[in-house]
């Protein structure tokens, strides 16, 4: 009974909003209008975040949690001591990648020279901050003092002597085990040959790495400038022999800021696109009854509300990611819907009815089935906002915000335009022009037509409603529908791709999506180092304690794609080479370093004091009197990196290594928290479908309290949502941020049209399941027309913009609004009218959720109304 008086309670409500509305429309049209000018002055402080870094690791995460113990452990000064395969992170460098432009080898003296010509000119750029001159001189991460210098310059001075096989380079690491150094060419190098002793004979392409020192605070400003004007300088530069491709902080947020002020440019042409679509189909046979202006007035609507959500979350500190764009195009294509559903709840009330009373009853029907999809929606952006990524959750914050501002408007400024347009057809206005229409006594009988059912909607009852009647086409619905469930989980578990790539927010012919694709073809056969980090004190001096690290080491090791030990940068490795070499003897004469103290004295007194054990010092931390070692880090090689999926796979192996070890380990990489998404995205898009659906169904039954409709509806949205991810897996479309994104939106679109059939449904007085299944789709057959076609029109724009992104969402949205159409118009009516011959709660009148009038009897109703409207009034205008 409590669940039927919240639907009774804001059945009421909403008819006496109606009502008032129907007696101001103006000032219903102009405080929205009002409101948002008001919060727009927001947009001019709003700040974008373009932290790629940040904005797509998830917080909190065990490749985030990893991340900050490098930090906090192992930090690095970048103005003294850079060591690229010691970072945390990869945003302390400008990268770029030569390769030739015949594809071959690039050991010949015209290449090298333009190599050399490209340094030349990077290491000239200059910048001017605050008066001060700036070059890379001065701008540089240095080790020891000097600027760090790409070893690819090494190979270059020294190629004809590599050819001749007089100079010999081994690869990927140099090392040198007497003088117990190294020089690492694994980031420098790529496409390389190598003899039968791993020394290098040519090489296809090389990279030549600027470190910048952005742990200072006071170089960033420079270092930014630096890196814009380096883009300019690349992108400008041509070369005989030569291609060049490279990547920096800087042209990252360029290129995501070019891809949303391109997509920006094309909003004004999806408005015109979708005002044209509604604007045809909002005309009739009848031109009084046509209301063409409510097609424009709803986008409107939506567009005030994406202005006004907007400025309110500048306003509230919340910054804008470019990712939120998509939402843009996506309210403005299916936030009208619900106006479809108002336009089409006034076409069934009583024309000899007053406009107020009119007003109510649209307002009264369709207001709640538009409340329940509102609340669905902004529900499931809520949901959205528990995913540990902070660009995803920036986009439900926004599209929450967005959703309830385009409620908000929907039921004030678009209700009093169609209050507006009701004068405007009392008075038989022409509804292009506003004049009046003439009736003269030959054709007066026009007049009457107005009360004739629409003709449109009328053919969806008749025609769609009729043959879903046959019991041998409410098969064939069947079995399409299993037919498409069965695609659509095939689909679902024939997922192979996921993960987020960078390439995927870059222009399809972006100098960044050429880096990407030089370095999977040509740096592949060596990766990146993985940490590996011991964060327990141990005593290394045991051979037991040195066993149980080694047995560790191999496992990791004796994975596919990580590197043998022979590339392992061990400071335990090279200091019992140090501590067994025969000329350290005399020199460790005394010291007992099977003793844990004499260990650690000679490990930190001696021989990380040697030049070529500095490299170590950041692998070691010692406690506070230095008599302990706390926590250290070994180094190893990712190695056959082919795709994303590899590098998936053995993020999750590697894991499971940690996991297993009887030492409490901690692995970290630079790639790893971009990895991770995969990881975690699978089991968050099922937990939200799940919890979605689950909340969908709750709703629902709340407002509309039939506990087999509700359940129908949820399992029908399920499916869909189902059906929408294993057939875009099917187009390609990687299970990445931009699918759990799509699939809130699947999530709120799904919802809509099957709410609206299914309360039509039950709320029907007719106790055939046939007849209201007929009844069902004449008020809402068209909407769902009108709503899944504007929807598919407003991303009409995305397939053609080169962006892996946004064709991806132009595909999940298509199959949204296909599948969404489906169900609705067909799947639900037949469903529910075999049930409902079964179950008599979906086939009995069911007054309490019909409207307020079943309550009250129709007089009364109207006196009382009118009594609410006129005391209260001026109050209830107030707090709307």
Not at 197 to 224: F, G
Not at 260 to 269: A, G, V, W
Not at 398 to 404: L, N, S
Not at 465 to 491: A, D, E, Q, R, Y
């Amino acid at each position: 009974m409590k669940l039927i008086c919240i639907q009774y309670g804001l059945s009421r409500y909403l008819l006496v909003l109606g009502r008032i509305i129907a007696r101001h429309p103006l000032y219903f049209v102009f405080s929205p209008i009002i409101i948002t000018a008001l919060l727009s002055t927001g947009l001019f402080r709003m700040k974008s975040n373009r932290d790629v870094e940040y904005l797509f690791t998830a917080l909190n995460g065990r490749a985030d949690n990893n991340k900050k113990l490098v930090e906090t452990l192992f930090p690095q000064n970048l103005s003294y001591h850079y060591d690229h395969h010691r970072l945390a992170q990869k945003s302390h460098f400008t990268m770029v990648q030569v390769i030739a432009k015949d594809g071959g080898h690039i050991l010949h003296d015209k290449i090298i020279n333009e190599i050399y010509l490209l340094d030349e000119i990077i290491r000239n750029i200059t910048v001017y901050v605050d008066g001060k001159k700036e070059d890379y001189s001065t701008l540089c991460g240095k080790k020891f003092g000097k600027c760090v210098k790409s070893n690819a310059m090494k190979v270059l001075s020294n190629a004809n002597d590599i050819k001749a096989g007089t100079y010999k380079i081994r690869y990927p690491y140099d090392i040198d085990d007497i003088r117990m150094t190294y020089d690492e060419y694994i980031l420098s190098l790529g496409g390389v040959s190598l003899d039968e002793n791993q020394y290098l004979t040519s090489v296809k392409a090389v990279r030549l790495i600027y470190v910048l020192d952005k742990s200072n605070p006071a170089k960033r400003e420079a270092i930014s400038e630096w890196e814009s004007i380096f883009n300019k300088v690349i992108e400008s530069v041509d070369f005989e022999t030569i291609s060049v491709s490279y990547i920096n902080d800087e042209s990252i947020e360029e290129e995501m800021k070019r891809c949303t002020d391109r997509l920006l440019l094309r909003i004004p042409i999806v408005i015109t696109i979708v005002s044209i679509f509604s604007f045809v189909t909002c005309l009739t046979n009848d031109w009084v009854k046509s209301k063409p202006w409510l097609g424009p007035a709803a986008c409107l609507s939506a567009g005030l509300a994406l202005a006004s959500g907007a400025g309110f979350m500048s306003y509230v500190g919340i910054e804008y990611v470019d990712f939120n764009i998509a939402l843009c195009y996506i309210i403005l294509g299916t936030e009208i819907d619900d106006a479809f559903v108002l336009i089409a709840a006034w076409r069934v009330t009583n024309p000899k009815d007053s406009i107020e009373k009119r007003m109510g009853q649209t307002y009264s029907e369709a207001g709640v089935s538009i409340t329940i999809t509102s609340i669905t929606n902004f529900v499931s952006f809520c949901i959205g906002m528990s995913a540990p990524f902070p660009a995803f959750q920036t986009f439900c914050m926004y599209g929450a915000t967005w959703f309830f501002f385009t409620y908000a408007y929907q039921i004030t400024f678009f209700g009093a335009c169609l209050a507006l347009s009701a004068y405007r057809e009392k008075n038989y206005l022409h509804p292009l022009t506003f004049r009046p229409l003439k009736y003269n006594e030959e054709n007066s009988d026009k007049k009457a037509d107005i009360y004739k059912e629409e003709y449109i909607m009328a053919k969806f009852r008749d025609v769609i409603g009729h043959l879903l009647t046959f019991t041998s086409v409410k098969v064939i619905v069947i079995i399409i529908f299993i037919t498409n469930l069965g695609i659509g989980i095939m689909g679902l578990m024939m997922y192979s791709k996921s993960g987020n790539d960078y390439a995927d927010v870059f222009r399809y012919n972006s100098s960044l999506v050429t880096f990407n694709s030089v370095m999977h073809k040509y740096f592949n056969k060596y990766a990146y180092p993985v940490h590996v980090i011991i964060d327990e004190p141990l005593d290394y001096s045991d051979m037991e304690v040195q066993k149980k690290i080694e047995e560790t080491l191999q496992k990791f090791e004796a994975h596919p794609n990580i590197a043998d030990s022979s590339v392992r940068l061990s400071w335990l490795k090279y200091y019992n080479f140090f501590l067994n070499h025969p000329t350290r003897t005399i020199l460790l004469r005394g010291f007992n370093t099977s003793d844990k103290e004499d260990f650690v004295f000679v490990l930190r007194n001696i021989f990380l004091r040697l030049p070529q054990a500095q490299e170590f010092k950041s692998d070691i931390i010692f406690n506070e009197n230095h008599t302990e070692i706390m926590a250290s880090r070994f180094l190893l090689l990712l190695t056959n990196i082919n795709d994303q999926n590899v590098e998936i796979n053995v993020l999750r192996d590697l894991y499971n290594i940690v996991d297993n070890s009887p030492l409490k380990i901690h692995i970290h990489s630079i790639m790893f928290h971009m990895i991770e998404q995969a990881l975690l995205i699978t089991s968050i898009l099922y937990q939200l479908a799940i919890v979605s659906a689950v909340l969908i169904c709750l709703v629902f039954f709340i407002f509309v309290p039939n506990v087999t409709c509700a359940l129908c509806t949820s399992m029908i949205i399920l499916c869909i949502i189902c059906e929408t991810v294993g057939f875009v897996s099917l187009f390609h479309v990687k299970l990445d941020i931009v699918m759990l994104a799509s699939l809130v939106v699947c999530v709120g679109f799904s919802i809509n049209y099957p709410t609206h059939i299914s309360y039509s449904f039950v709320t029907s007085n007719k106790l055939n399941p046939d007849e209201r299944l007929k009844k069902a789709l004449y008020e809402i057959g068209l909407p769902i027309f009108q709503g899944s076609f504007s929807t598919i029109l407003g991303v009409s724009v995305l397939p053609f913009e080169p962006f892996y992104s946004s064709v991806s969402f132009f595909k999940i949205v298509l199959v949204i609004g296909l599948q969404t159409a489906f169900h609705a118009m067909f799947v639900i009516p037949v469903f529910l009218t075999i049930i409902g011959n079964f179950n008599k709660s979906l086939t009995r009148k069911i007054d309490s959720t019909k409207s307020i009038g079943a309550f009250i009897p129709e007089n009364d109703l109207h006196e009382e109304s009118m009594a609410l409207t006129s005391e209260k009034d001026q109050a209830v205008t107030t707090k709307l």
